[in-house]
């Protein structure tokens, strides 16, 4: 058993990268290989995920409300639905930390090949390229396997946007490296440390799509997908890349305008309650919940934030922040958790 | 549509499916013989490397030119392999350092690997992570040591795995290999095929390597299917998929049924995936419907009809083999709206149910060792060494461990700059602290229980309380677990004590040994030799791997058994006390070893009440009496020792 004796050279470098996707077709994402097919669904051929969308969908209108988490069973199409969102959103699939990533390429280093012959050129790291990103998003499939040790090395960036270099004889401090954190994990795989989990502005329990309708659809439709691909001028591919434009118009008109958007009276106060209702530490919970209904509004087109929108964002702005938080595992959302978030923005507490 | 009955036409036939899949797949083989495994990778790939028959691909392929494709390479993933070996390795060679694509990384232009895993449960962490970031992903990614690499993966992945072990692993593992093959009676037919295969074939196995490639000789080759003008899936079809894969978690599952499905329609050369297929397909992969009783793979074959039409996709030049015929029992579809069936006698059906299918981790008591997929914490013994395998390497804190080829590695991306800087000779290694490379080890366990069970004593008392504290103590410290039991109705031999291993205490064959039926004979001496020499193995005496072993030896110390009869598998003439006179001797021997605990749990009785605290004097043990069931405070109502553990 032998293999080809070379140095690598698919994709190594963002430069290459670059290149490549040049060459590669509109609706191509970066970084893949063109095969002149389509590999990636579409993100409106995705059937249900609704709670992931939206968190996606919010997240990208607005920043701040920081990052997003998936969690589900296996099998339940969160890293697809990620990777197709990206490639909806950016064209591109996100910068991506993959389990057996080494620290050097995670805080960026040197160019190694250059190295070797004796030239100096610093290479990136995974957090300053998902910082200067079109999406700037750094998704962590399989999050809750990530090495301790990666994980304290992005929580301290997440948390400061500073990330000061100190390492294989290079010194530097880089400013403003932000980047939504995304991350999909298996809770059957163990949680998050409460430190990370904290990072996530928001969590989308992902489930089984639990009716054979839907299932039906979404047999149908991947094969369907993977049938079509591979004809050069497939309507049913045209189609879903067409719709996959109308929502990132519409999303982008939503960032731009986001800013614009008010809060109906006593919105703002009624966030602060439900904080208190459901015993949040700090302030970070309102100020998710608050940032996520105002960009839920504008990605409806609305001029003001109304209770509608908190109420609908109240489930991944704050089921993971609930309780004591010291283990990293969180209750699931029940439905007395929702009349409890009705009671307060409807004035029926107690 | 005719079901498959030959062992090997099945496993071929999924094989050819499975060559037709769009991405990445993986395939398990239930109870496969580990060493048939690379026969199958070898068949898989020369089928992934034939060309579509009358199918060419314009303007890759000049015209004279063979319609053969690049062989897919076939690899090994042994458990020893490392991270570094998956993804990026480093060759020293005497023009320098370079630097190779991983084992994993699929490069432009290469045809995607076929990788064999030959036991998934003791597969390596690096690997079951990687089977992970890699199968059925429409992307991986590698990012160490300064590169930086994207793929689509397009490698199959063929994995032995024995059925008994398979719930143990976990499910979110399992799941990235959606394709099961029942194996059983596929060893008996390869091995065959492979004396066969052989020039004037004798009965005796011969040297395995002429074994391989006979049987790779001796394997037919199926026509290719492409994934061009695919069926398409007719709705009643995917009503069918669903129906058949409702109640399993995601759709993983669903969809490999309909990909199947799908290929074996191209196969026939059918325009539409009709439930029919989905039948079929569910059929090779042991899913049962949901209102029929399953048939798993029989001992026997199965009775078989008048011969039926070859399908499209059978062998057709086997010469040692019947012609493929149609079972009895043909396959029913749930939509479908035939006449009705009267059900099946019940009686010999065999095990139903998710441990008889081709998914055992379905099955309700399936206990999947928890966070087995997780990077191994940094766990040290008091002796402050770590002995687990290599994982990888980190920047070193200290002089320990180190890892020579990984430092000098790093150091040598530097030699150039460095001799510039330092105006040193040409040929000069310099070497700096921050070069210093540590090993990543995965951690060993730092507690062992070695658990005796003497099932013949049980009968009238419970266990539970008793050895609760110590089944806590291990389930908390995540120990290492040996059990050694004897006296048992279903024991291989009554003379001999049986001896297991498991990573830890949720190992179902933990919580099979605690709930055993009693048996007679009674070979403590042996028990206690097994349990001695598991304690000398923990300890590993002068290295310290272990800091705490705890012996729980359960027994009322009446072994009836000398060592010698146990050894020779004689049953001894005469016994009086020679058999409890052989487990002391041993059980001194135990006694002499540093950092173990040990503890007798006995019955209350008053036949030789005075045996278990000789054994426990001998160990050095704690003795700790169990009252009869009702006499005390014990009002466990399993018959077994576990009955409430």
């Given at each position: ?350 | ?269 059918d325009a539409e995936v009709e439930p029919r297929h989905v039948d079929a397909a569910a059929e090779l992969l042991g899913i049962a419907a949901p209102h029929r009783r399953d048939d798993p793979e029989p001992s026997e074959p199965p009775a078989l009809p008048p011969p039926a ?337």
């Open positions: 058993m032998t293999t080809e004796d070379r140095t690598p050279d698919a994709g190594e470098k963002p430069k290459a990268e670059e290149a490549k996707a040049q060459e590669a077709e509109a609706e191509e994402p970066k970084g893949e290989r063109h095969q002149g097919e389509r590999r990636m669904l579409p993100y409106s051929l995705i059937v249900g995920q609704e709670e992931l969308r939206t968190a996606l969908e919010i997240a990208y209108v607005s920043p701040g409300v920081g990052g997003v988490l998936a969690t589900g069973q296996r099998g339940t199409a969160k890293t697809t639905t990620v990777r197709a969102f990206t490639t909806m959103a950016v064209s591109e699939f996100p910068v991506t930390l993959p389990i057996g990533a080494t620290d050097d390429r995670v805080l960026g280093g040197w160019e190694i090949p250059e190295l070797m012959h004796g030239k100096s050129t610093r290479a990136e790291g995974l957090l300053e390229r998902a910082a200067r990103s079109a999406s700037r998003m750094l998704y962590v499939d399989e999050i809750n396997l990530l090495d301790d040790y990666l994980v304290n090395i992005i929580l301290d960036v997440a948390s400061t946007g500073v990330l000061p270099l100190e390492r294989d004889h290079h010194s530097e401090d880089l400013r403003n490296v932000e980047f939504t954190l995304v991350g999909t994990m298996n809770p059957d795989e163990g949680g998050l440390r409460p430190q990370l989990l904290d990072r996530f502005g928001l969590v989308a329990t992902v489930e089984s799509e639990a009716t054979d309708e839907q299932r039906q659809r979404i047999v149908e439709t991947v094969l369907r997908f993977e049938a079509e691909r591979e004809a050069p001028a497939s309507e049913f591919i045209a189609e879903a890349l067409r719709r996959d434009g109308e929502r990132k118009a519409t999303l982008d008109t939503a960032r731009e305008r986001v800013a614009t958007v008010r809060y109906d009276t006593d919105v703002v106060a009624r966030c602060a309650r439900l904080a208190q209702d459901f015993a949040l530490a700090g302030h970070r919970g309102e100020l998710v919940l608050m940032r996520a209904a105002r960009a839920l509004a504008a990605i409806e087109g609305a001029e003001r934030v109304s209770r509608d929108h908190v109420r609908r964002v109240a489930k991944p702005a704050l089921v993971h922040r609930r309780g004591r938080g010291d283990t990293g595992t969180f209750a699931a959302w029940t439905d007395q958790d929702d009349e409890r978030v009705r009671a307060v923005l409807d004035d029926r507490t107690d | 549509m005719p079901a498959l009955v030959d062992p090997v036409d099945r496993a071929l036939t999924v094989l050819a499916c499975v060559a037709a899949q769009p991405r990445s797949t993986g395939v398990v083989f239930l109870d496969l013989d580990p060493e048939l495994l690379p026969a199958l990778g070898d068949w898989l790939a020369a089928h992934l490397s034939q060309a579509e028959p009358g199918a060419g691909e314009p303007g890759v392929r000049e015209p004279g030119v063979g319609d053969e494709r690049p062989t897919p390479a076939v690899r090994a993933l042994g458990s020893w392999l490392s991270e570094d070996d998956l993804w990026l390795r480093t060759l020293l060679s005497r023009d320098g350092l370079r630097l190779l694509p991983g084992l994993l990384v699929e490069e432009p232009g290469t045809p995607p690997p076929v990788l064999l895993v030959p036991d998934l449960c003791r597969a390596g962490p690096a690997v079951v992570r990687a089977a992970l970031a890699v199968l059925d992903a429409d992307a991986a990614s590698a990012e160490r040591h300064g590169h930086s690499m994207l793929w689509r993966p397009g490698g199959h992945w063929l994995a032995a795995l024995r059925r008994s072990e398979a719930s143990r692993l976990s499910p979110h593992l399992l799941d990235r290999f959606p394709v099961r093959m029942d194996a059983a009676r596929l060893n008996g037919e390869l091995w065959r095929l492979a004396g066969a295969g052989r020039a004037g074939g004798s009965p005796a196995r011969p040297d395995e390597w002429t074994e391989r490639a006979a049987l790779g000789a001796a394997l037919p080759r199926l026509d290719r299917t492409e994934g061009r003008n695919l069926p398409v899936l007719a709705p009643e079809a995917a009503r069918q998929v669903v129906a058949l894969t409702t109640r399993t978690p995601g759709l993983r599952r669903s969809l490999t049924l309909a990909r199947l499905a799908r290929a074996l329609a191209a196969r026939a050369h039409p070859a399908p499209a996709f059978s062998r057709t030049d086997r010469s040692d083999s019947a012609p493929p015929q149609e079972p009895v029992a043909t396959p029913v579809t749930v939509a479908g709206s035939g006449p009705a069936r009267p059900m099946d006698p019940v009686e010999t059906a065999g095990p139903a149910g998710p441990a008889a299918s081709g998914y055992p981790e379905d099955a309700p008591d399936a206990l999947p060792q928890l966070a087995s997929l997780r990077p191994p914490g940094h766990r040290r013994t008091s002796s402050r060494r770590l002995h687990g395998c290599p994982l990888g390497t980190v920047r070193a804190r200290d002089v320990h461990d180190l890892a020579l080829v990984a430092s000098l590695v790093e150091a040598a991306r530097f030699q150039t700059v460095r001799r510039r800087e330092t105006d040193s000779a040409p040929g000069t290694l310099i070497v700096r602290p921050e070069d210093l490379r540590q090993y990543r080890r995965k951690a060993e366990p730092a507690q062992a229980l070695v658990l005796v069970l003497d099932h013949s004593c049980h009968d009238d008392v419970d266990w539970a309380p008793a050895l609760a504290p110590h089944l806590r103590w291990a389930y908390e410290t995540n120990a290492a677990v040996s059990v050694v039991e004897f006296g048992h109705a279903g024991a291989a031999s009554e003379l001999c004590a049986e001896r297991f291993r498991a990573a830890s205490l949720l190992d179902p064959e933990v919580v099979q040994a605690l709930q055993r039926t009693p048996g007679r004979a009674s070979p403590l001496a042996h028990a206690v030799d097994l349990a001695a020499h598991e304690v000398r193995r923990f300890l590993r005496r002068g290295r310290g791997v272990v800091d705490e072993t705890v012996l729980v030896v359960v027994t009322d110390g009446r072994g009836n058994v000398p060592l010698d009869a146990s050894l020779r598998g004689r049953v001894p003439s005469r016994v009086r006390r020679e058999g409890l006179d052989d487990a002391l001797r041993i059980a001194g021997t135990i006694r002499a070893l540093g950092r173990v605990r040990t503890y007798v749990v006995a019955p209350e009785t008053d036949q030789y009440p005075e045996l278990p605290g000789e054994l426990a004097d001998a160990l050095g043990a704690r003795q700790e009496v169990v009252p009869e069931r009702g006499a005390g405070t014990g009002t466990g109502s399993g018959s077994g020792i576990g009955g409430g553990a």
